[in-house]
């Protein structure tokens, strides 16, 4: 049995997904090219690592990442608030077309992000948003749940697809370096 005080620093809530403003621009990183290079994502890794001294390094940091790479409309970070679901671009969920995610520009910068900061010594932590926080970015859940109550297979089948491309996701997280996931 592993005891509590084995461990080297203590689990707190670090309100990760939250991005002060005046952080951005202290990097001259806009709010809307966060993901636009590795460069600007390991910045903002690392000043948030800094200033919350986290115990680790968080990456991503917005919810639409994965829904954005499957097509969403998906409205850009500014000044007000992070990236967030604009249009619906599906009217049921039989249409998602399934895709590798890591072949979307934004996941291979996120991705090749956790592995620099693995190799510059950094225990990345790497947050994936679940097939119902996906799919609310690509259509109306109202939609969504109607077809999981009429149509319970083709939900299954839907979410079968949904979780092999998220475990290929997840796997090529592992392979990035990545020390922690959350799901």
């Known amino acids: 049995m592993v005891q509590a005080d084995s461990f080297p620093t203590k689990c707190r809530y670090q309100a990760v997904d939250t991005i002060d403003?005046?952080?951005?621009?202290?990097?001259?990183?806009?709010?809307?090219?966060?993901?636009?290079?590795?460069?600007?994502i390991i910045s903002l890794a690392k000043a948030i690592y800094d200033e919350r001294?986290?115990?680790?390094?968080?990456?991503?940091?917005?919810?639409?990442?994965?829904?954005?790479?499957?097509?969403?409309?998906?409205?850009?970070?500014?000044?007000?608030?992070?990236p967030r679901p604009g249009q619906y671009v599906l009217q049921n969920p039989g249409q998602i077309e399934l895709l590798d995610l890591t072949e979307d520009p934004q996941v291979a910068?996120?991705?090749e992000a956790c592995h620099?900061?693995?190799?510059?010594?950094?225990r990345v932590a790497y947050q994936i948003s679940g097939p119902i926080s996906i799919l609310s970015c690509l259509m109306d859940l109202a939609?969504?749940?109607?077809?999981?109550?009429?149509?319970?297979?083709?939900?299954?089948?839907?979410?079968?697809?949904?979780?092999?491309?998220?475990?290929?996701?997840?796997?090529a997280a592992c392979r990035s370096g990545v020390a922690y996931l959350s799901y």
Not at 116 to 122: H, S
Not at 144 to 156: G, I
Request: hydrophobic share 45%; charged share 15%.
């Open 21 to 40: 403003i005046s952080l951005l621009e202290q990097l001259h990183i806009p709010p809307e090219g966060i993901y636009d290079s590795v460069g600007n």
């Open 53 to 82: 001294d986290a115990a680790v390094i968080s990456l991503p940091f917005s919810h639409t990442v994965e829904a954005q790479a499957l097509g969403a409309d998906i409205q850009p970070a500014d000044e007000t608030a992070g």
């Open 109 to 111: 910068n996120l991705l």
């Open 116 to 122: 620099l900061l693995q190799t510059d010594g950094y």
């Open 143 to 171: 939609v969504v749940f109607k077809v999981w109550r009429k149509q319970p297979e083709q939900m299954a089948n839907i979410f079968a697809n949904l979780q092999q491309m998220l475990l290929a996701y997840l796997d």
